[in-house]
C-alpha cells in the first residue's frame, strides 16, 4: 500500500456532499426522501444561460483560453462590480477559476506560508478552514453567538489577531447561517484588518440572494484602502443555479491575482471555455429570473423559519440571506430516539434520515454542533412535508 501525503490528515470529504449522497442512495432504493440537505437553487439554468453556451460550441469556442479567463468575461466581471459594489478593478486584478471555491483554493495556495493563520468566524463553510490547512495555514476560529446575530464583533477579531494573522474570511451573507454584516459593521472590520495589516478576504457568493429588502455590502467598497487590501470572491454559480458549470471568480491586489493565476496555470488551466461564454450572458444579459427566484426563496424561508419556531426544542434564526436555515436543536440534544442516544447534531441528522426520511446537515462540520442546517433550495411542498416530519420526529424523542 502507499502512504498517502500527511497533508490528509484530518482531511473528511465535504459533510454537505456525503449527506447529499446517502440521501440520493436511500431514495434510489425506492425510501421517500424529503431533502433539505441541498446546497444549490432547485432552478434550471435560465435559458438565455444555455443558449448562449449553445452558441459558444457552435462558434467553435471550444479550445483552450487564457488562463485567468476570456477578456470578454473579466471585462463583464469588473462591470458587475462597478454597477452592483462601485468597485473599480482592471482585467489584471481579475481572475476566473473552476467554480468559486477554487478561486479560494488558489488563493490561500498564493499567500499561506506555513504557520500563517487565517481567522474564520464560525459557525462558517466547512471548507475555508480545510483549504487554509490544505495550503499550510493554521485556521483560527472565531465563535460567534446568535444573540448578536452570528456575527464576529470588531474586538472579538482585533483579540484575535497576532502576528501571524494573515487573512481573515468574511463570507456575508452567510452559508451556514444567512447572516449578513451591514455597511458600518463592515467597515469596522476592515479599519482593524487595514490596522493590522491582515489581508480581507471576502466570499460574496450569496450577495444576490437576499431577503426583507436587504441589500449586501462588500466590505472592500467601505474605503479604497479596504479595496486595495481585499480579494473578492463571487461566481455564478448560486445567483444564476450554474453549480454545475463551474466559473467563479476573484478580484484583488494584482500580485496577488497573478499568483493565483500562475497556480491556476499549473493545475486546471482555464475554466471551461464554453461556461465563461455562458457566464458572460448570465452576468451581462437580463436578470428577472434572478428576481424570481429570489421571490421564491423568501417565501420558502419564512413558512420554514416559522414551522421550525413552533417546534419544541427546536428554534431557528432568521437568515437575512443565502437559502439555509441553520435551527438550533439543544432542546433536543440528550434525547433518545429507537435506543439512539442523539449527542449532537450526526446523530439527530442520522435519526431524520434513517426514521423520519428527512436530510439535513449536521452543524458539528460548520462549527457548531447544537444546530442543523436545512436548505430551502426545494419547493415549498417539501419545505412544509419536511418539516412537518421533523416535527414529529421531534416528539418522539423520549
Ligand atoms: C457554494 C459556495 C461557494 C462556491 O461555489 P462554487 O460552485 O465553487 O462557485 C463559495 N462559498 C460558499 C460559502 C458557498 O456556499
Known amino acids: ?32 426522501i424529503i431533502g433539505l440537505g441541498a446546497g444549490e437553487p432547485d432552478f434550471d439554468t435560465p435559458e438565455n444561460i444555455k443558449n448562449a453556451a449553445i452558441k459558444a460550441i457552435r462558434d467553435g469556442q471550444t479550445k483552450y483560453t487564457p488562463v485567468g479567463g476570456i477578456n470578454e468575461l473579466k471585462d463583464a466581471v469588473a462591470g458587475k462590480f462597478k454597477r452592483d459594489n462601485n468597485l473599480a478593478y482592471s482585467r489584471d486584478e481579475i481572475i476566473v477559476s473552476c467554480g468559486g471555491k477554487h478561486s479560494i483554493y488558489n488563493l490561500f495556495q498564493a499567500i499561506l506560508d506555513p504557520g500563517d493563520e487565517v481567522v474564520i468566524p464560525s459557525p462558517y463553510w466547512l471548507s475555508y478552514p480545510v483549504m487554509a490547512a490544505l495550503g499550510g495555514g493554521v485556521p483560527r476560529i472565531i465563535p460567534t453567538e446568535e444573540s448578536a446575530g ?11 489577531i497576532t502576528p501571524r494573522t494573515k487573512a481573515v474570511v468574511i463570507n456575508s451573507p452567510s452559508n451556514p447561517t444567512g447572516a449578513a454584516y451591514t455597511f458600518e459593521e463592515l467597515k469596522r472590520l476592515a479599519q482593524a484588518a487595514l490596522e493590522n495589516n491582515v489581508l480581507i478576504i471576502s466570499d460574496e457568493i450569496y450577495e444576490k440572494l437576499t431577503y426583507d429588502g436587504f441589500k449586501a455590502s462588500s466590505i472592500a467598497s467601505t474605503s479604497e484602502e479596504a479595496r486595495r487590501n481585499s480579494v473578492v470572491l463571487n461566481g455564478v454559480s448560486k445567483t444564476y443555479s450554474m453549480t ?13 491575482v497573478k499568483a493565483m493565476t500562475s497556480i491556476q496555470s499549473q493545475s486546471t488551466s482555464n475554466p471551461t471555455s464554453i461556461s465563461q461564454w455562458a457566464a458572460v450572458e448570465a452576468i451581462s444579459g437580463p436578470q428577472d429570473s434572478l428576481a424570481v427566484m429570489v421571490g421564491e426563496f423568501e417565501k420558502r424561508r419564512n413558512a420554514m423559519v416559522e414551522a421550525l419556531n413552533s417546534i419544541e426544542g427546536v428554534s431557528a434564526f432568521k437568515p437575512l440571506g443565502a437559502f439555509y436555515v441553520f435551527a438550533n436543536i439543544s432542546g433536543l440534544l440528550g434525547g433518545r430516539s429507537k435506543g ?7 446523530d439527530f441528522a442520522a435519526c431524520l434520515l434513517d426514521e423520519a426520511g428527512v436530510a439535513v446537515v449536521p452543524g458539528g462540520p460548520f462549527g457548531d454542533d447544537r444546530y442543523i442546517r436545512l436548505s430551502y433550495a426545494t419547493s415549498m411542498k417539501n419545505v412544509v412535508e419536511g418539516v412537518r416530519r421533523i416535527r414529529e420526529a421531534a416528539g418522539r424523542l423520549g
Open 1 to 32: 500500500m502507499i502512504r498517502l501525503s500527511g497533508r490528509l490528515s484530518g482531511l473528511e470529504e465535504s459533510a454537505t456532499l456525503a449527506i447529499t449522497a446517502k440521501a440520493k442512495a436511500l431514495a434510489a432504493e425506492g425510501r421517500d
Open 150 to 160: 452570528f456575527k464576529m464583533s470588531v474586538e472579538a477579531f482585533r483579540e484575535n
Open 244 to 256: 454545475g458549470w463551474r466559473i467563479g471568480y476573484a478580484a484583488g491586489p494584482k500580485e496577488i
Open 340 to 346: 439512539r442516544e442523539i449527542k449532537g447534531s450526526a
